[in-house]
């Protein structure tokens, strides 16, 4: 009985041994195949959200647009009019029909610069680890807004080698947002407003619990519409001009 215990223990004691030494030998290369996949992803993930944050917030202010022409300065913001005339009487001609993919290709553009800094800042990390990198000279940014989510995928082209070789060709970031939605809700108010001249707010809200409408109307003709998702506190501000009347129509003497 006492002999087969030891005999058992001898053995655990092999195997325990066999592992060590397979773990000192192979264990830089398992790291490096196993840890790196999600690791370069991370960095790249937390390094550009500020600035797509920061970007989100801004053009949310200024009706999607980074830099708008045809706006309306309201509360110190350059708010974008979405749809617009210039003329009394007439309904407004909707400026951005496709709302959605130019807030992407705003955002993309703002956040490109950032996206170049955050690669260089990965090369230079993993390099000062002792791995050889290797990248294409040119980086894109794509911006997708689907339901609930925002994704930012940047095309860096790089390769990392160390003992392994790992190939990097896209980073990807997701936030999840209600931004498509307050987009969508502002195409539907312009659509009202190019058609009918104004829009009713309070249909939406009815419709959409979670939704709230500040509609603004000031003495040029202009209106100012604020769309904010109470579950996530965004919001999203733009600016009409419809059916305007001139200053003192139907004032009586």
């Known amino acids: 009985m006492r002999k087969g215990q030891t005999t058992a223990f001898i053995i655990l004691a092999l195997v325990i041994a066999v592992l060590a030494v397979l773990l000192f030998f192979f264990y830089p290369k398992m790291s490096s195949v196993f840890g ?3 690791e370069p992803n991370s960095f790249m993930s937390s ?3 500020p600035e797509v944050v920061a970007g989100m917030e801004l053009l949310s202010k200024q009706g999607g647009y980074a830099n708008p022409e045809g706006y309306i300065l309201y509360k110190g913001e350059m708010v974008k009019y979405l749809c617009y005339t210039s003329q009394y009487y007439l309904p407004c001609l909707v400026q951005q029909p496709l709302l959605v993919a130019k807030f992407e290709r705003e955002l993309g553009e703002m956040i490109k610069a950032k996206a170049i800094s955050c690669a260089d800042e990965l ?3 993993y390099e000062s680890r002792g791995y050889e990198i290797s990248r294409g000279e040119d980086v894109k940014v794509d911006v997708s807004i689907v339901p ?11 390769t990392m080698t160390k003992d392994t070789t790992q190939n990097y060709k896209y980073f990807k970031f997701n936030k999840a947002t209600k931004l ?4 969508m809700t502002a195409l539907s108010i312009i659509d009202f407003e190019s058609t009918y001249g104004d829009s009713e707010t309070t249909l939406y809200m009815q419709y959409y619990p979670d939704l709230q409408i500040q509609k603004t109307k000031l003495i040029d003709g202009s ?7 109470v579950t996530s506190d965004e919001s999203f501000t733009f600016a009409s001009r419809s059916l305007a009347w001139p200053p003192g129509y139907g004032a009586t003497a």
């Open 36 to 38: 790196l996949d999600a």
């Open 223 to 229: 209106t100012v519409y604020t769309v904010r998702d």
């Open 148 to 158: 609930d989510r925002l994704s930012v995928v940047v095309e860096a082209g790089m």
């Open 180 to 183: 498509y939605s307050l987009l």
């Open 123 to 125: 090369e230079n990390y």
């Open 47 to 49: 390094c550009i959200e």
